[in-house]
């Protein structure tokens, strides 16, 4: 990392969760600024974002820490920035310049026009990035690198504020994408804050349908497992989510309650008389007990209406989503253009990957991303190699096979 042009000298980060804790490890391991302050509540955060270089010094009050400080960011749940900002505004500087990594915009924006004292800048931001683990345990160094960093400017935002945050956010690695701020609550409330919240509707599912059967958690591995992933989130930050982008989730929770109602009414059209698909669950809750609920079309529903709807109804709509989904670049960050993969399969031996990555290393070839897909101890494992462009994916493979090693393009 280098340090960005015209850097702020002092950034304090208020809250060092997962995407603080990360930013700050960021700024401070790849020396983009001169000095960052860790802020945070819990004793023990404070004591391991010095341990791991998260932070240069850390503080337990907000108000002492951003004396003379450039830049703040708030990295706490979004409905907690009103009152840190009641707390420390009379101790901002007169240029300094505000920022957050909440994932809601709309609301933000508008406390923050409301809450800041005259002359200090806001820069709404939202980093596309994070994880299901809590706290600055999950934090990491290269969690924002490659990853899409929103920023949400207005017709009331600083040029010169922009600019700065922007360069500050390039020099960590991350990509940023200007988007107003409505039009960013809308895609985030589909493409994160949706998903969220059928991760938690399938994990209370198993939960209930677990009552009945208890060994379906044992079999809730692979693709349930992967689907539920985020259901493992902070409650709290998520809480906070869905009340400030309330309508654009719930807009979207009614798209999806459509194509789900859509999907119910083609597979209840595609059974017959004594299809094996009829007895299972007939006359059964969710947790096993007798429940009123038909199985099959209901009077006037979309399955009703699809009663006479040939089977080959489904196999389009699955059809049809799989090449949606086929069409979204694997693995990558936030809103990126596509990544070129390959999957190497390797024995299970040290320095295999570093040998790998010397060997592209040497011919030229520049790594995107790298992930272990499947191991099995003592034997090998597969390897997805991602690259920026697609000659230097296929390079890739020309030069991992000439040397010898299982490759193919993904």
Known sequence: MEQAEGAFR??????????GGSLAMALTQGQVVEEVIGVDRDEETRALALATRAAHRVEADAARAVANADLIVLATPVRTYPSIIEAIASRLKADAIVTDVGSTKQWVLEQMGKLLPPGIRFVGGHPMAGSEKQGIRGADRYLLENAVYVLTPDGDTDAAALQTVKDLIQAVGARVLLLGAEEHDRMVALVSHLPHMMAVALVETLSDVAKAYPQA???????????????????????????????PLLHMIGCFRKALDRLEGQISACGGSGASGDAGGAGQGCTGKDDAREVGPRKGSPAE????????????????????????????K???????????TVPDEPGVIGTMARILGDNGVNIADIEILRVREGHGGTIRIGFYEAPDADRAVDVLAGAGIIVKRW
Do not use: Y
Request: aromatic share 2%; hydrophobic share 50%.
């Open 217 to 247: 958690p044992m079999l809730a591995a692979g693709g349930f497992r992967d689907t539920t992933r985020v259901a493992a989130g902070d409650p709290q930050m998520w809480v906070d989510i869905a009340c400030t982008n309330r309508a």
């Open 334 to 344: 936030g809103i990126l253009p596509g990544i070129h993969e390959i999957v190497v």
């Open 10 to 19: 002092r950034v304090v980060i208020i809250g060092l969760g997962v995407i």
């Open 305 to 332: 209406s699809a009663a006479g709807a040939p089977v080959e109804a489904l196999r389009h709509t699955l059809a049809h989503a799989r090449e949606v989904r086929l069409s979204i670049p694997r693995k990558a």
